[in-house]
């Protein structure tokens, strides 16, 4: 078992509380200090309705993004899985990841949006499949609003006639969800709705 | 001689023959470096592992302990030797399609998986610069005199050594002449700092006393340079990055965190040397450990007492701060607190306020703006720190508080200083003497105040007092 803060390398006191046992909650993987450096996005906050983002990109996400996404610290999936869980779990949704390049996953090694959901063991189907490789961040934001489709629906996908939510990691401008909720409203999706882990 | 005729003749081959790369030879030479992360093209190195000139070895290796029960899987990082179980982890890798393990503890260095590889110069070594210049117009104190003569016979001898040199006692221009006498025999030199401050502190001084050397500061964030130098100023950290690459090292500062407290930066400094050399080492508070490391290798010696101006070493003074944490959480700053700091800004003195924690220096910095806005603070992750720092001794910026990070390598002219809670466990005795060494360092302002604000007088300060007395009282030898 883990005994070291995932972020900061200090002991970790593990004890385990009455809120893991009651609630099943997993045991937390960073110290009370590295978690109190996150900012949840409150729900006057949220930039539009159907989009629920769940932290501000402040310099302690901006750091743990870093490290998780461009140092490639697989570990760190886990990291906001309480709060992930407590959003998705009960969501009786089609859950759809934004999905990556294969060539990307393969130079990053793992599916970083895939990974936070299975850290929390909540089942998604990939509907969805990405036909460029660059990368949104690079490009300014008229280019992103301007730019092409980017996505694609999979072939053979089968739309339940379900609610749909996307899973990114962050949301910016919302073109990229924009672009993927088209798709799925295309194929026959009766709504699409959002979740990121950060609100940029 | 036929095969580069050939070659020659069909231009579509670009001929590459037996010759390295100079370019590349130069960078990787003593380095053990990740090879996705080498700034050459894939295609080069991969030119050089064919010609034998580049040696690979996986990053992770896999140790398989068998024991009357249990099997259970070990590993060792082949950059950082990191092998606490802790610090790796087992995921399903999609570019292999397999499982792959990675070391979390140099992460920050570019990840190192069982499936990357690491790389290693084994071909033709550099040609080394004959032509160095020693420009140093200074002059030593007998007693700098003497260790720099010390030192020197210690490398001739191949011997381990410690100078044990008071803060401001100019251990750094100690150093200046074995560096020469090394470059002129081809050596190739590292001196390594646990600390990032004291290489930005440092590498511009070597610089400029060897202007026709290439010089290399080496720390998190420094930019790769491709080319080959003879000396390398780097934190301990970086020496992950070399193997078997220096004749001699100095590690200076060993005494700081976190070189005590992490043996794989030991490790480090003792894979990046040559396998045969002794390690040098200069510190103003050395540990009983290191003390008696060097006698037990019966190494050389060095101890200087005094300050290279000669005054004393400044005794701090002791102010109690009743509750001074309740104080500034509850918004308020304790009074002589604040009288010091006014009395520093009404006599135009740059100041620093050292704090246990980040946190109490949080809570302390928008108390501290009401006095006095052109205040900032500085922490280890704060990345305008150097920035910071520069501006207090251009009198840009009235006084920093910080946390032990400004503890050593810094100088400041005419500061003063203050520790706020004293007492507290981070201030240990080495670190009070090192805070109280950024004081009186300057020839022109050779004295200045020293003040512990505490809740209690702990041992450790008891000690730090006792020891700067000893000092400042230790006889005067003739030399
Ligand atoms: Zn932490
Ligand atoms: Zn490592
Ligand atoms: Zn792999």
């Given at each position: 078992?883990?005994?070291i803060?995932?972020l ?7 004890r385990?509380?009455?809120?893991q046992l009651?609630m099943?909650?997993q ?8 978690d109190?450096k996150?900012?949840l996005?409150?729900?006057e906050?949220?930039?539009s309705?159907?989009?629920?983002a ?8 901006k750091?743990f993004l ?8 697989i ?11 407590k959003?998705?779990k009960n969501?009786d949704a089609?859950?759809?990841p934004?999905p990556?390049?294969?060539e ?5 090694t793992f599916a970083?949006?895939?990974?936070l ?8 189907t990939?509907?969805?499949e990405k ?8 490009k ?5 609003e301007?730019?092409?489709?980017l996505?694609q629906?999979?072939?053979n996908?089968?739309?339940?006639n379900?609610?749909?939510?996307l899973?990114?990691?962050?949301v910016t401008?919302?073109t990229t969800?924009?672009?993927a909720?088209a798709i799925?409203i ?10 990121t882990?950060?609100?940029? | 001689?036929?095969?580069r005729?050939f070659?020659?003749?069909t231009?579509?081959?670009r001929?590459?023959g037996?010759?390295?790369n100079?370019s590349?030879r ?9 090879r996705e992360?080498?700034?050459f093209?894939e295609?080069?190195?991969t030119?050089?592992i ?11 290796k ?7 029960r249990f099997k259970?899987?070990?590993?060792i ?5 990191n ?8 995921y ?11 070391c979390?503890h140099?992460?920050s260095?570019g ?12 071909g ?8 160095h210049?020693f420009?140093?117009?200074g002059?030593?104190t007998?007693?700098?005199q ?8 210690s490398?001739?001898?191949n ?5 044990h ?12 002449p ?8 081809g050596?190739r ?6 600390r990032t ?5 440092l ?5 400029q006393?060897?202007p026709?050397?290439?010089?290399q500061?080496?720390?998190?964030g420094a ?8 000396i390398i100023?780097a934190?301990t ?7 078997d690459?220096?004749d001699t090292?100095i590690?200076?500062e ?5 070189y005590?407290?992490d ?5 480090a ?7 045969d ?6 510190t103003?508070?050395?540990s009983?450990?290191?003390?008696y490391q060097?006698k037990?290798?019966q190494g050389?010696?060095?101890?200087i007492?005094?300050?290279y101006?000669?005054h ?5 003074r ?8 309740k104080?500034?959480?509850s918004t308020?700053l304790?009074?002589k607190l604040?009288?010091w700091?006014k ?5 135009n ?6 704090f246990p ?5 949080e809570k ?8 006095e806005p ?6 280890a992750?704060?990345p ?10 251009a ?8 946390t032990?990070i ?5 100088t400041?002219?005419?500061?003063q ?15 009070l ?6 004081v009186?360092r300057s ?5 200045g ?15 730090a007092?006792?020891?700067i ?11």
């Amino acid at each position: 078992m883990n005994t070291i803060c995932y972020l900061c390398s200090k002991p970790l006191k593990s004890r385990l509380t009455w809120k893991q046992l009651i609630m099943y909650e997993q045991q937390a993987v960073i110290c009370s200090t590295c978690d109190s450096k996150f900012e949840l996005v409150k729900p006057e906050e949220q930039k539009s309705p159907d989009i629920q983002a769940l932290f501000h990109y402040n310099e302690a996400m901006k750091d743990f993004l870093h490290q998780y996404k461009f140092f490639k610290d697989i570990v760190l999936k886990d990291v906001f899985r309480s709060e992930i869980a407590k959003a998705l779990k009960n969501a009786d949704a089609v859950i759809v990841p934004i999905p990556m390049h294969p060539e990307k996953i393969k130079t990053r090694t793992f599916a970083h949006i895939d990974e936070l959901l299975k850290a929390v063991g909540i089942p998604y189907t990939h509907l969805l499949e990405k036909i460029t490789i660059e990368s949104q961040s690079s490009k300014s934001k008229m280019e992103r609003e301007q730019s092409a489709q980017l996505f694609q629906l999979k072939p053979n996908s089968i739309i339940e006639n379900r609610p749909h939510i996307l899973i990114d990691d962050i949301v910016t401008t919302g073109t990229t969800l924009k672009h993927a909720k088209a798709i799925l409203i295309a194929a026959g999706a009766p709504s699409v709705k959002a979740f990121t882990l950060i609100q940029g | 001689m036929r095969k580069r005729l050939f070659k020659q003749r069909t231009k579509t081959y670009r001929y590459i023959g037996n010759l390295e790369n100079p370019s590349l030879r130069d960078f990787l030479a003593g380095r053990i470096w990740l090879r996705e992360h080498s700034p050459f093209s894939e295609e080069l190195i991969t030119q050089h592992i064919q010609l034998g000139y580049i040696a690979t070895l996986p990053g992770v290796k896999k140790i398989s302990k068998m024991n009357s029960r249990f099997k259970r899987m070990n590993y060792i990082c082949n950059r950082c030797a990191n092998n606490n179980p802790n610090l790796f982890v087992t995921y399903y890798c999609a570019a292999c399609e397999q499982t792959c393990v990675y070391c979390r503890h140099c992460i920050s260095m570019g990840r190192v998986s069982s499936c990357s590889d690491l790389i290693k110069w084994v071909g033709p070594t550099p040609r080394k610069a004959a032509n160095h210049l020693f420009s140093w117009t200074g002059t030593f104190t007998p007693y700098q005199q003497k260790a720099s003569k010390e030192l020197i016979e210690s490398i001739n001898a191949n011997r381990a050594h410690l100078i044990h040199a008071v803060c401001g006692a100019g251990k750094t221009e100690i150093l200046f002449p074995a560096i020469y006498e090394c470059l002129k025999e081809g050596k190739r030199i590292a001196v390594a700092t646990p600390r990032t401050d004291v290489v930005l502190e440092l590498a511009p001084r070597i610089q400029q006393v060897f202007p026709k050397t290439k010089t290399q500061a080496l720390y998190g964030g420094a930019d790769v340079e491709k080319n080959y130098a003879p000396i390398i100023i780097a934190t301990t950290h970086q020496l992950y990055r070399f193997e078997d690459a220096f004749d001699t090292i100095i590690v200076d500062e060993a005494d700081a965190f976190p070189y005590t407290h992490d043996e794989t930066l030991q490790q480090a400094v003792t894979k990046a040397k040559k396998s045969d050399v002794p390690i040098m080492y200069v510190t103003a508070t050395p540990s009983e450990k290191l003390i008696y490391q060097i006698k037990k290798l019966q190494g050389g010696y060095s101890f200087i007492p005094r300050r290279y101006h000669g005054h004393p070493l400044p005794v701090p003074r002791y102010e109690s701060l009743w509750r001074y944490t309740k104080q500034i959480e509850s918004t308020r700053l304790p009074k002589k607190l604040v009288q010091w700091t006014k009395k520093q800004l009404q006599e135009n003195k740059p100041f620093l306020i050292f704090f246990p924690t980040i946190a109490l220096m949080e809570k302390a910095i928008p108390l501290f703006h009401q006095l006095e806005p052109n205040i900032q603070a500085v922490h280890a992750e704060d990345p305008n720190r150097k920035e910071k720092v520069l501006e207090l001794r251009a009198k840009k910026v009235r006084g920093l508080l910080t946390t032990t990070i400004l503890e050593r390598g810094i100088t400041i002219p005419n500061v003063q200083v203050a520790v706020v809670g004293a007492e507290s466990g981070i201030f240990t005795s080495s670190a009070l003497i090192q805070i109280g060494g950024r004081v009186g360092r300057s020839f022109d302002c050779p004295t200045g105040d020293l003040v512990f604000f505490h809740h209690g007088i702990s041992v450790e300060m008891d000690r730090a007092t006792k020891e700067i007395k000893r000092l400042n009282n230790t006889e005067l030898t003739t030399i």
